[in-house]
């Protein structure tokens, strides 16, 4: 039996692209997952969404909420990482839909040792209201029907929605962090924990997944390249608040001139105060 992967969907009071985000992973083709919605504080109506997708969604669901105070995405990530179950974690954001083979892709790209980070496409505020009042399923178009997006300007690029055989092209880049993004990465379970997952001293929006990254390779894991076979179908949302932005990138500067592995607020930190 395939192993148990866990795909940690990040989500804030959006529960028009979480629904649909979960009907694309409803499509997948490779059913040996599970969902773990990481709610950083939303209200009734995502709890109304996740749990309308309970018995629809063909695999386990599980929602992890915390209260909501300011951006704390990574206190978020850890608390869905200690609900989780599998050996091996797909990191998502909640307003990212995915083709049928995403989760397959990512099996087949998991090697021990790396970490996978994928890439993805915008889509415009324009068609991104259009996929979500008329319901569209892009997720599952064929290419051909993407040109005209590109044309109208709907997508910012596509590319990345190509698939190409790269083999050992993915890893010429084991060490480059900077344009990888956990809203679409995979990370071993065991690396996690080694490097005690995010860290949740950073707050507000920015580089908590950069510092993630830089400890991963301190502690010896590497970048494979998942470009052309997992990008995501990035909903349009509104520019982050980045008021504490410098404080982060300060933060991270020194992770990066230290031989620091472990978290300073990680796994560690919650591991005993996990919602039900």
């Known amino acids: 039996m395939a ?3 866990s795909v940690i969907v990040t989500t804030y009071e959006r529960e028009d692209a979480l629904a649909v985000v ?4 409803a499509q997948q083709t490779d059913r040996s997952f599970e969902v773990v919605v990481a709610d950083d504080g939303s209200g009734p109506a995502t709890k ?5 997708w309970m018995q629809n969604l063909g695999a386990p ?3 992890v909420w915390q209260e909501h105070r300011d951006f704390r995405a990574a206190e978020m990530r850890n608390r869905a990482i200690l609900a ?3 050996s091996y974690c797909i990191f998502l954001d909640g307003d990212c839909l995915v083709r049928p083979d995403f989760i397959a892709m990512h099996r087949e790209l998991a090697e021990r040792g790396w970490f996978v980070s994928g890439n993805r496409v915008l889509l415009s505020e324009r068609f991104t209201k259009r996929v979500l ?6 997720e599952r178009w064929p290419f051909y029907r993407w040109l005209a997006q590109r044309a109208q300007t709907g997508v910012n690029r596509l590319a990345p929605l190509l698939r190409l055989p790269l083999g050992r092209l993915r890893k010429l880049r084991p060490t480059a962090w900077r344009d990888a993004r956990s809203c679409n990465l995979a990370v071993w379970r065991a690396d996690l924990d080694r490097v005690d997952g995010f860290d949740a001293a950073y707050s507000g929006w920015g580089r908590e997944d950069s510092d993630l990254l830089v400890r991963l390779m301190h502690a010896g894991i590497r970048r494979k390249d998942g470009i052309f076979a997992t990008a995501v179908l990035h909903l349009w949302h509104a520019p982050a608040d980045r008021a504490g932005l410098s404080q982060n ?19 560690a930190a919650f591991s ?3 919602p039900a």
């Open 133 to 138: 009042r008329n319901q569209m399923t892009p």
């Open 61 to 63: 669901l599980l929602h």
């Open 3 to 5: 192993e148990l992967i």
């Open 249 to 267: 990138e300060e933060r991270l500067e020194g992770v990066i001139a230290s031989d620091r592995i472990r978290a300073e607020r990680g796994l």
């Open 272 to 274: 005993d105060r996990v």
């Open 22 to 25: 979960l009907r694309s992973l």
């Open 48 to 52: 109304a969404v996740v749990a309308s």
């Open 84 to 86: 989780s179950h599998g």
